[in-house]
């Protein structure tokens, strides 16, 4: 911890610049959540003893994986870059105060793990300077329209949805399949989205929906199974609670009965379904981020990354390493106009196998009002052992 601790430090003490060299060639600006003015007092001293303020840890990590990404393409390449990373919770680096700044106007790429109102904000300023802005956590497009811009590295909902809804009327059309589910908003939207899936499919895809109490058990489930059919149980939720409750109710109902769980995209961030416990639960779920994919740097990557911090890489350090590398790569490649018609280089795929397409609300558009990346993992798990469904 301690190590993590003086990353975060180091962070302060740099003033914002991840790496840069005399006569910079380009321009990049890195937009994270650190946290770091309520780290540190007035006095400068760090608030946290030998402790680690946990709502620093996603943008610190994020931002590891960034600075390895970087070092690997000035060794790879040598190219000059100038990488200022900005604390969208501190008060110089709120976007309010930054967009009043000229060095917005120079920047050649935005990359943020922002949501909710920053990302609409870096949004509205890529459009506005021309600046390609890739939006590397939030899973989300918020309403943005005639923004060409803007590139979607998670992919929403409803792509997931789609992946998933092919995958199972590929591999499980016959089966016994339920969608399990509660009676409330949220439920009802996912729900919805599902269902129109199967209706432009011409309802082909053979399901029955089964509402259940909040607090449910294996009772729920049993009169619903076939023990002559492999039985297939969708959950028809994005809430973590309910899929630990599903996962522990499944593992109860008597081998006779055998059963397989497709989970949402929220399972790959649920720690807990990685544990012993529910080791012997044949499960799937989709992702945009697949580690074993990734072993061609992977190994070389976890190695660097234990060195600086005496800790194992998460998600959020592969996800600032994978979007780095990625567009800036692009960007020394190919310059800041050359790079938007290169976004799907092949010659990337084995750091990131990103699929951008793009986006219209109106199908007579003839500018996409966004990039998404449809490139959705479907991942299985059993027994501890996880593997590549597609």
Same mark, same amino acid.
């Given at each position: #911890?301690?190590? !993590?601790?003086?990353?975060?430090?180091?962070?302060? #003490?740099?003033?914002?610049?991840?790496?840069?060299?005399?006569?910079?060639?380009?321009?990049?600006?890195?937009?994270?959540?650190?946290?770091?003015?309520? %780290?540190?007092?007035?006095?400068?001293?760090?608030?946290?003893?030998?402790? $680690?303020?946990?709502?620093?840890?996603?943008?610190?990590?994020?931002?590891?994986?960034?600075?390895?990404?970087?070092?690997?393409?000035?060794?790879?390449?040598?190219?000059?870059?100038?990488?200022?990373?900005?604390?969208?919770?501190?008060?110089?680096?709120?976007?309010?105060?930054?967009?009043?700044?000229?060095?917005?106007?120079?920047?050649?790429?935005?990359?943020? =793990?922002? &949501?909710?109102?920053?990302?609409? =904000?870096?949004?509205?300023? &890529? +459009?506005?300077?021309?600046?390609?802005?890739?939006?590397?956590? $939030?899973?989300?497009?918020? /309403?943005?329209?005639?923004?060409?811009?803007?590139?979607? %590295?998670?992919?929403?909902?409803?792509?997931?949805?789609? &992946?998933?809804?092919? @995958?199972?009327? &590929?591999?499980?059309? /016959?089966?016994?399949?339920?969608?399990?589910?509660?009676?409330?908003?949220?439920?009802?939207?996912?729900?919805?989205? $599902?269902?129109?899936?199967? %209706?432009?499919?011409?309802?082909?895809?053979?399901?029955?929906? =089964?509402?259940?109490?909040?607090?449910?058990?294996?009772?729920?489930?049993?009169?619903? !199974?076939?023990?002559?059919?492999?039985?297939?149980?969708?959950?028809?939720?994005?809430?973590?609670?309910?899929?630990?409750?599903? /996962?522990?109710?499944?593992?109860?109902?008597?081998?006779?009965?055998?059963?397989?769980?497709?989970? #949402?995209?929220?399972?790959?961030?649920?720690?807990?379904?990685?544990?012993?416990?529910? @080791?012997?639960?044949?499960?799937?779920?989709?992702?945009?981020?697949?580690?074993?994919?990734?072993?061609?740097?992977?190994?070389?990557?976890?190695?660097?990354?234990?060195?600086?911090?005496?800790?194992?890489?998460?998600?959020?350090?592969?996800?600032?390493? =994978?979007?780095?590398? @990625?567009?800036?790569?692009?960007?020394?490649?190919?310059?800041?106009?050359?790079?938007?018609?290169?976004?799907?280089?092949?010659?990337?795929?084995?750091?990131?196998?990103?699929?951008?397409?793009?986006?219209?609300?109106?199908?007579?558009?003839?500018?996409?009002?966004?990039?998404?990346?449809? +490139?959705?993992?479907?991942?299985?798990?059993?027994?501890?052992?996880?593997?590549?469904?597609?």
């Amino acid at each position: #911890m301690k190590h !993590i601790t003086a990353c975060l430090i180091f962070l302060l #003490m740099t003033a914002g610049i991840l790496r840069g060299q005399e006569q910079p060639i380009y321009k990049v600006g890195v937009f994270l959540p650190l946290h770091l003015d309520s %780290a540190f007092d007035e006095t400068g001293t760090y608030r946290y003893g030998k402790g $680690f303020p946990r709502q620093s840890l996603p943008g610190l990590e994020f931002y590891l994986g960034s600075e390895l990404a970087i070092d690997s393409l000035q060794s790879e390449r040598r190219e000059r870059l100038d990488i200022r990373v900005y604390d969208i919770r501190s008060r110089d680096g709120q976007l309010s105060v930054l967009t009043r700044m000229p060095v917005m106007d120079s920047l050649d790429l935005i990359i943020g =793990q922002v &949501a909710g109102t920053e990302y609409l =904000q870096l949004a509205r300023i &890529a +459009r506005e300077k021309d600046i390609l802005f890739v939006s590397a956590t $939030f899973p989300n497009d918020g /309403g943005i329209k005639s923004s060409p811009q803007v590139f979607l %590295a998670n992919a929403k909902l409803n792509t997931h949805l789609l &992946a998933m809804f092919n @995958h199972i009327l &590929a591999d499980y059309n /016959g089966k016994n399949i339920i969608w399990l589910r509660r009676s409330n908003p949220a439920d009802d939207r996912v729900a919805e989205v $599902f269902k129109q899936l199967n %209706a432009e499919k011409g309802n082909t895809l053979r399901y029955r929906t =089964q509402l259940v109490p909040d607090t449910f058990s294996e009772v729920h489930i049993l009169p619903l !199974i076939d023990s002559n059919k492999q039985n297939v149980i969708i959950t028809g939720s994005l809430d973590e609670k309910f899929a630990l409750q599903l /996962g522990r109710n499944c593992l109860r109902i008597p081998t006779a009965y055998p059963v397989h769980v497709i989970g #949402m995209p929220t399972w790959e961030g649920i720690t807990d379904l990685r544990t012993s416990e529910f @080791h012997p639960l044949s499960m799937e779920y989709s992702a945009t981020l697949y580690r074993p994919r990734l072993d061609s740097w992977r190994a070389r990557m976890e190695e660097l990354y234990r060195k600086r911090t005496f800790s194992k890489p998460s998600d959020m350090v592969y996800r600032g390493f =994978q979007t780095t590398y @990625h567009f800036v790569g692009l960007l020394m490649k190919y310059g800041r106009k050359g790079m938007r018609g290169q976004i799907n280089e092949r010659a990337s795929k084995h750091v990131s196998d990103f699929d951008f397409q793009p986006v219209r609300w109106s199908k007579s558009g003839e500018i996409p009002d966004y990039h998404e990346n449809k +490139r959705i993992y479907i991942i299985g798990r059993h027994f501890g052992h996880t593997r590549l469904l597609n």
